[in-house]
């Protein structure tokens, strides 16, 4: 049964309050430097894979691995696997990885945490069916044949860009990270474990253990497959070519170069990393040193281990002695998180936006403290990858991370345009970061995150691609999002840029009225965006395309006035519902708003939500992962959604019910 709906009254008498509260708290997490930065979480591999990367490289920080399975150890589920995101079911890569991780750090495979981790490994098919990453890392330390990848030939990197296939056909982050793999699969480097038995322990079916997955039922993919097959049938010939050592110079070149300007993600790092060594680089080379300062720059220790339980009856429920020995294991040690990257290019507009929104200053001291530093973090000296593609643009971008200056991205140039609004000394530097998303457009009209016009098909064909996320194509979320900012700049639907983003929205409009969200989950994440560059160009609330997405959301809206939508909802290409979460109710909310239903039973109901579930701290607690890092594999939770989003969702549902 719903609950009763308070009255406007009643509202409005505690949205002050809550603001207040919200501002606070948001302020309080300001750096001295300015910035805003906040955890960023995604799933137990990552920590996996930097246990890989220190035994690959020769070393081992003090207390680093016992840390880093202390934090796995606590996010295994009782079913033994480990979830690609909160309240997700188990994934195989993830639990491979993390029992691999666990078995180089002294855990017995009789232990009933890896124990059940087996089982659930066994069950979903075992080392037979790991994607192609968890085969490379598994290469790497001598459990595969190097064989078993998906061939890539280092020679691509002769391709001029404009080649299909390049390295420059592949999205930013699947080219940052296959550039230095292209050099470890032609050098086939192998550092041992001297873990008998381990491949046993990981193998479904042993007469299968180096069997690859054939593919079915398209035929680009067995036309790939084929091909991969003859590649490495003609290794043995081509790499006494000269054409090898001239492409892996050429990669080590781009690594190098790359390594010195960036502290990018994860996987890009870490394999530069590998890459170098498996050059003969020392461990002590100034690129390799560079890549992992960065990655322990990543790492986040929680204080919080879990509490020791009771020694059970042995008799007991099998799940109680799992508790048992999991909490004996983890209670000994602080945990330690591995970060894939690091987000202050995005917490920090996004915190000022919802500042400023809740009525703080610009000339408030935190306010111009962070647009000092957001000028500085200005990318404008390096012609990132970017060029490549799109010739003629002038540098002016910013980038995730606190630096990475290859790899500017739309996404953040234009929320740190919207941040920087009303900043008189900041107006160069937002005219020329303007005109470089200006330039980057694509041919279909809508925007991407990272490159020009990234958008070959035939690229997710291939067997390296397992994936399906080497393509940077237009997004409706980040082209909603470009249509808000060029409307702030006054652009209208008499501007060629706007009109021809408009047609590239209302094309990809789907069936039920919502839009996809590249970057955030989901649909949810995707109609906001649009339906706020719409109502900022005042695009008819009672045209179609509006009247249907306010339809969607009313119907996506659950009982407790909250909005939550799952990750499944990728896989399953169209909206799965969740518990509501405070970051996505935030963003229906705002939906309706810019659909023009600020005065609806609905909005109030969502704004209900977001005050009741206040901290009095100011804060919203959050578990669900309600960002995007590719769709259908690997998700993320911003610490900082739940804090500055719901702070800007009821700044502006003040706004509006004041207005109306």
């Not at 398209?218 to 290794?235: A, G, N, P, S, Y």
């Not at 009525?359 to 390096?382: E, N, S, Y």
């Not at 960002?627 to 702070?647: E, I, N």
Request: charged share 20%; net charge neutral; with cysteine.
């Amino acid at each position: 049964m719903r609950r009763n709906i308070v009255t406007k009254p009643d509202l409005d008498a505690t949205l002050s309050g809550a603001l207040d509260r919200g501002v606070s708290r948001l302020l309080s997490h300001q750096t001295p430097d300015g910035y805003w930065w906040y955890t960023l979480e995604a799933n137990e591999s990552i920590g996996a894979e930097y246990i890989f990367l220190e035994h690959c490289l020769g070393i081992r920080t003090a207390g680093t691995w016992e840390r880093l399975s202390a934090r796995m150890l606590s996010e295994q589920h009782e079913d033994g696997s480990w979830p690609l995101a909160y309240g997700c079911p188990g994934d195989l890569n993830a639990t491979l990885e993390c029992y691999v991780a666990l078995r180089m750090t002294g855990h017995a495979p009789e232990s009933a945490p890896l124990l059940r981790a087996r089982q659930f490994i066994v069950r979903n098919g075992g080392l037979e069916q790991a994607r192609v990453f968890t085969q490379i890392h598994f290469g790497l330390l001598g459990l595969v044949p190097w064989t078993r990848p998906p061939a890539m030939p280092v020679e691509i990197m002769l391709l001029p860009s404009w080649a299909p296939f390049s390295i420059y056909s592949f999205s930013s982050w699947a080219r940052a990270c296959i550039v230095p793999i292209l050099v470890v699969m032609a050098r086939h480097p192998v550092y041992p474990l001297h873990l008998p038995h381990l491949v046993a322990e990981l193998v479904a079916d042993p007469a299968a253990a180096d069997a690859t997955r054939e593919p079915r039922g398209d035929i680009w993919r067995e036309f790939f497959h084929w091909v991969d097959r003859m590649l490495k049938l003609t290794q043995p010939v081509v790499k006494r070519l000269p054409t090898k050592e001239m492409a892996l110079d050429r990669a080590i070149e781009w690594v190098r170069t790359h390594l010195a300007r960036t502290e990018d993600i994860f996987p890009a790092l870490a394999f530069g990393a590998l890459a170098l060594r498996a050059m003969g680089l020392p461990v002590t080379d100034p690129s390799i040193t560079k890549a992992l300062r960065a990655l322990q720059r990543f790492q986040h220790t929680y204080a919080g281990p879990l509490p020791a339980l009771p020694c059970p009856d042995p008799q007991l429920d099998p799940d109680e002695r799992w508790r048992y020995e999991r909490s004996r294991i983890v209670s000994d040690a602080p945990q330690l998180h591995q970060q894939c990257c690091i987000s202050p290019g995005w917490d920090t507009p996004w915190a000022l936006c919802a500042l400023r929104a809740a009525g703080v200053t610009p000339r408030h001291p935190a306010i111009a403290k962070a647009c000092t530093w957001l000028l500085q973090q200005q990318v404008v000296g390096c012609h990132g990858d970017w060029h490549k593609k799109n010739p003629d643009g002038i540098p002016g971008g910013w980038s995730f991370e606190f630096e990475n200056d290859y790899f500017p991205d739309i996404d953040d140039t234009l929320q740190i345009i919207l941040a920087l609004e009303g900043q008189r000394d900041a107006e160069s530097a937002v005219e020329r970061a303007l005109r470089w998303c200006l330039s980057m457009q694509n041919d279909d009209g809508g925007f991407a995150a990272f490159d020009k016009n990234n958008s070959l098909a035939l690229v997710n064909k291939i067997p390296f691609a397992d994936h399906g996320a080497c393509l940077d194509p237009s997004t409706p979320d980040i082209t909603g999002r470009m249509l808000l900012l060029l409307a702030r700049r006054g652009y209208t639907g008499r501007d060629r840029v706007v009109a021809r983003a408009l047609t590239y929205l209302k094309k990809t409009q789907e069936a039920d009225g919502s839009w996809f969200g590249r970057w955030g989950v989901n649909y949810l994440y995707g109609t906001w965006a649009v339906l706020s560059g719409f109502a900022a160009l005042s695009h008819p609330t009672q045209s179609r395309e509006v009247t249907r997405a306010l339809h969607w959301l009313r119907a996506a809206q659950q009982d407790d006035g909250g909005f939550g939508e799952s990750v499944a909802s990728y896989p399953e290409n169209g909206y799965v519902a969740a518990p509501s979460a405070p970051s996505q109710t935030a963003w229906g909310l705002m939906g309706l708003l810019a659909a023009g239903a600020a005065a609806s039973d609905a909005a109030v109901r969502a704004a209900q939500f977001l005050l009741e579930r206040q901290q009095p701290d100011g804060g919203w607690d959050e578990r669900a992962f309600t960002g995007t890092g590719f769709p259908g594999h690997f998700y993320l939770r911003y610490h900082g959604y739940r804090h500055f989003f719901p702070v800007l969702a009821l700044a502006k549902y003040r706004a509006a019910i004041s207005l109306a």
